[in-house]
């Protein structure tokens, strides 16, 4: 529980809540609730992709084929939408989620048995799976009109001012803070991205605990193709690209340590909404678009340069890090 | 540098050609007076498959044309330069290409000049000195001209209007803005100001984000001219999830099965893309004309059948008319051909 909030999230919120002031003070249609909701909507597939993404860089790894994960996860997920019309929502979601198990399997077993680094593997399956979306599909997309409506209704739907989607990785949220907090899974994979002798020394299979991270980040990229596909009404082979580096920087700017073992779910949730806000906000703003991709850079490079500071402090103190490791052995 | 349009059907040829196609398929009717090959980019692009619809409507109609619809599996030049060497050896009469590269086909179109084969080349340009006469679907002026004619149309010239386009990097988008605001100078546009240009760079995410955006921005705004295929199906999505239908209205360049839905659920009055079926048809019915030893000189005029006719331009470049316009009664039609 301790660490649940440090200094660089804590400043991270705070940045957040300067800058939302700041442009709602300029647009105050940014602050109605109508806004806030088509934000946090347009961000929920971001959090959960963000969340997995930093389950595999705490063991030192990085996955750089989410995206296209998600690109053929939700084209499958359309195309049982499509043929089989009848399917019960659930068994079309759950025909995503297992696809993208499955390809984070592959990435999984290529990484931690057969030794391959982890960017040489995801780039390789990256285009893999890209490839697979159009000799699945057969080069065509499916389109709204070919999608089931049950299918396509889910993303819209409400509860409690709050759409399904956001739900959904309100869900996933705590699910990743209890795995990472209160399991010995999931304390592992600190311990094997901290300090892999170490983690050897203390009995942490470092190849289960591998392939459990990316079968967690394939099995989100499954959930979150199908919430894509059927929010943007559409499934092909280019969705999501070049999606995975809005999830890393995510990451960076939640403060999670490219180096492994260093990362949270509070962090890593407030680095997505920062990209989520910026993202939303500079429509709103109408910001020239000449100037949109420059505002978006530098204000990631911005954060991850206020993270870094901060991030020495916590460095200086070697103990409580020692102290995390040792509870696990115990 | 991605054409809105070509992007979509590219991906579907890729995918055919993936999907382990034979070679090189013929279509062949019985002998004719005049044989003339259709040779387009790829196989299994439905698109190509209306134009060559298009075009054996056009034989029919002519009588005595026999057309031979063929391509590569990939969209490589080299493999359709040998597609079209096959065809030279055959002594068809014409060859109307959409090519994959406007300089690669140079030799092998003056080979079949040499030949005395008449080339044409249509949907994707071979240069000049390869062949007699480009079509063009439309050109720049009408399409933007037309795209500000349908949203007036529908607004009934009232109300604020944005253009969603593709990335701010884009010549043709570009250009089609340019063409647009030329339009919109005129006086019957005076109660239609156009308040915003944004960018969803060709992401049905950030095209659908870039829409949300202009609602907030512009409260009053009323339509939306999207010159892109993935702008104009995101943002009438993004009308129809925001409960905006009746109140914004999106208008532009966009492809019937995608737009089908939207344009049911009245997001979208009017919108607007060439007619491949008619592209095939025009481009068979000038080839006609080529063959039957009619002039192609600049300023002469060739016939498109019952599309009427078209100057052949600077460079032996044509151009058919202005983008065909798709609406509730047609829609649907279409959809099942592209």
């Given at each position: 529980m301790k660490g649940f909030v440090n200094y660089r999230e804590l400043a991270l919120g705070l940045i957040l809540v300067v800058g939302v002031a700041a442009i709602g003070a300029y647009q105050p249609v940014f602050l109605a609730w109508e806004n806030i909701s088509d934000l946090l909507t347009e961000t929920s597939v971001l959090f959960m992709m963000a969340l997995a993404q930093m389950v595999v860089i705490l063991t030192r790894g990085i996955d750089l084929s989410v995206a296209a994960n998600l690109a053929l996860s939700g084209m499958i997920a359309a195309l049982v939408s499509q043929y089989y019309p009848d399917t019960p929502l659930l068994l079309m979601i759950l025909a995503g989620v297992i696809t993208g198990l499955v390809l984070g399997l592959i990435n999984g077993g290529l990484i931690a048995f057969l030794g391959i680094p982890p960017i040489v593997v995801t780039l390789g399956t990256l285009a893999v799976y890209r490839g697979m979306i159009i000799i699945i599909a057969g080069g065509d997309q499916v389109n709204a009109s070919e999608m089931g409506a049950a299918f396509q209704a889910f993303p819209k739907q409400v509860l409690l001012g709050l759409t399904s989607p956001v739900w959904i990785a309100i869900g996933v949220s705590i699910l990743f803070w209890v795995f990472l907090n209160l399991t010995r899974a999931g304390r592992g994979l600190y311990a094997v991205g901290g300090n892999p002798v170490a983690a050897r020394y203390c009995g942490i299979d470092q190849k289960k605990q591998e392939m459990l991270a990316y079968s967690i980040s394939g099995a989100v990229a499954g959930l979150c193709g199908y919430l894509w596909v059927a929010r943007y009404g559409v499934a092909y082979s280019e969705i999501a690209n070049g999606y995975e580096l809005t999830v890393i920087a995510a990451c960076v700017i939640g403060g999670v340590s490219i180096g492994g073992g260093v990362g949270s779910v509070a962090g890593t949730l407030l680095g997505a909404l920062f990209l989520g806000i910026v993202m939303t906000a500079l429509p709103v703003l109408q910001i020239s678009p000449f100037w949109q991709m420059a505002i978006s850079g530098a204000v990631i490079l911005a954060a991850v340069v206020i993270n870094a500071r901060a991030e020495k402090r916590p460095e200086k103190l070697i103990l409580p890090e020692a102290r995390r490791i040792g509870r696990v052995r115990a | 540098m991605k054409t809105t349009r070509r992007t979509v059907l590219q991906l579907a040829g890729a995918a055919g050609a993936a999907l382990a196609m034979p070679t090189i398929i013929t279509t062949r009717a019985r002998a004719a007076d005049k044989r003339i090959a259709m040779i387009?980019?790829?196989?299994?692009?439905s698109y190509f498959d209306a134009c060559a619809n298009g075009a054996k409507e056009a034989a029919k109609e002519l009588g005595g044309i026999e057309i031979i619809y063929t391509a590569s599996a990939k969209p490589t030049a080299e493999e359709q330069i040998a597609v079209i060497d096959a065809q030279i050896a055959q002594k068809v009469d014409g060859i109307i290409v959409s090519a994959n590269d406007a300089d690669a086909l140079v030799p092998v179109g003056k080979k079949a000049a040499e030949r005395g084969i008449k080339v044409m080349s249509f949907d994707s340009a071979i240069a000049p000195a390869g062949r007699i006469v480009h079509l063009s679907a439309s050109s720049t002026p009408l399409i933007g001209a037309k795209q500000v004619q349908m949203i007036a149309k529908t607004l009934g010239g009232k109300g604020e209007v944005a253009i969603l386009s593709a990335a701010s990097t884009m010549t043709n988008q570009n250009s089609w803005i340019e063409a647009m605001k030329e339009e919109w100078k005129k006086p019957e546009y005076k109660d239609m100001p156009l308040v915003a240009t944004v960018y969803g760079d060709d992401q049905d995410d950030k095209s659908y984000r870039e829409m949300q955006g202009l609602v907030k921005a512009y409260p009053n705004l009323k339509g939306v001219i999207s010159p892109t295929t993935i702008g104009i199906r995101s943002g009438a999505k993004a009308i129809v999830d925001g409960g905006l239908t009746g109140k914004v209205f999106i208008t532009g360049l966009g492809l019937p099965s995608e737009m089908k839905d939207y344009v049911l659920a009245g997001a979208c009055d009017t919108f607007a893309i060439w007619n491949p079926v008619e592209y095939g048809y025009s481009s068979t019915m000038i080839m006609a004309d080529i063959l039957a030893g009619k002039d192609t000189a600049e300023g002469s005029k060739l016939s498109m059948g019952k599309k009427g006719e078209t100057t052949v331009g600077k460079d032996g470049e044509a151009v058919m008319g202005e983008p065909f316009e798709f609406n509730k009664t047609n829609v649907e039609e279409f959809a099942k051909v592209f």
């Open positions: - | 387009v980019k790829n196989l299994g692009n």
